[in-house]
T-cell receptor
Framework: AQTVTQSQPEMSVQEAETVTLSCTYDTSESDYYLFWYKQPPSRQMILVIRQEAYKQQNATENRFSVNFQKAAKSFSLKISDSQLGDAAMYFCAYRSGYNFNKFYFGSGTKLNVKP | GAVVSQHPSWVICKSGTSVKIECRSLDFQATTMFWYRQFPKQSLMLMATSNEGSKATYEQGVEKDKFLINHASLTLSTLTVTSAHPEDSSFYIC????????????FGPGTRLTVT
């Protein structure tokens, strides 16, 4: 089975600074999708960014970007110009490209943003 | 677009009773719906996956007779916790994907279940 590991239970960043959240995964599949989800205190899961494994270019969404290292099975999230509203739990997730019903979530990283 | 709702958002029930949680896709047809359980400060634990008109596929360790899932239509899935006990108290989240090869999951806002 695939596993997703987030080694940073909690991180802090100063407002307007940049922070990187780490995620590694283990898989033998060649086709898959990776995601970062944000869960604020409201507990509503929000998609932050998505990366297809077959794409070499790193995904970017405004202040959010990823560093996708396929060979190293690493998928980190960089948040630039951090804002107070970025404070939340962040989950890294893996979806199989062969069995679309299989999603795997990491344990999460709690991000604190200091004013 | 791609909004998923859950009802109720919070429910309190007495031990031994059953409670039903609804998950609806409001503006799309959900081929597959997922049910998760989340304990405080922990990740999401997948309980089961359901496709419209088919029996749900439960993850290992999840009691099928206790957590009844029905996916009656392409926009509605229900989770019924039967004979609830305090240890069933948790946050339950549903999600849905669009189409057979839908990429990401769209999540509902969750339901907090408290069993007294």
């Amino acid at each position: 089975a695939q596993t997703v590991t987030q080694s940073q239970p909690e991180m802090s960043v100063q407002e307007a600074e940049t922070v990187t959240l780490s995620c590694t995964y283990d898989t033998s599949e060649s086709d898959y999708y990776l995601f970062w989800y944000k869960q604020p205190p409201s507990r509503q899961m929000i998609l932050v960014i998505r990366q297809e494994a077959y794409k070499q270019q790193n995904a970017t969404e405004n202040r959010f970007s990823v560093n996708f290292q396929k060979a190293a099975k690493s998928f980190s999230l960089k948040i630039s110009d951090s804002q107070l509203g970025d404070a939340a739990m962040y989950f890294c997730a893996y979806r199989s490209g062969y069995n679309f019903n299989k999603f795997y979530f990491g344990s999460g990283t709690k991000l604190n943003v200091k004013p | 677009g791609a909004v998923v709702s859950q009802h109720p958002s919070w429910v309190i029930c007495k031990s031994g009773t059953s409670v039903k949680i609804e998950c609806r896709s409001l503006d799309f047809q959900a081929t597959t719906m997922f049910w998760y359980r989340q304990f405080p400060k922990q990740s999401l634990m997948l309980m089961a996956t359901s496709n419209e008109g088919s029996k749900a596929t439960y993850e290992q360790g999840v009691e099928k007779d206790k957590f009844l899932i029905n996916h009656a239509s392409l926009t509605l899935s229900t989770l019924t916790v039967t004979s609830a006990h305090p240890e069933d108290s948790s946050f339950y989240i549903c999600s849905a994907t669009v189409g057979l090869a839908g990429y990401e999951q769209y999540f509902g806002p969750g339901t907090r279940l408290t069993v007294t």
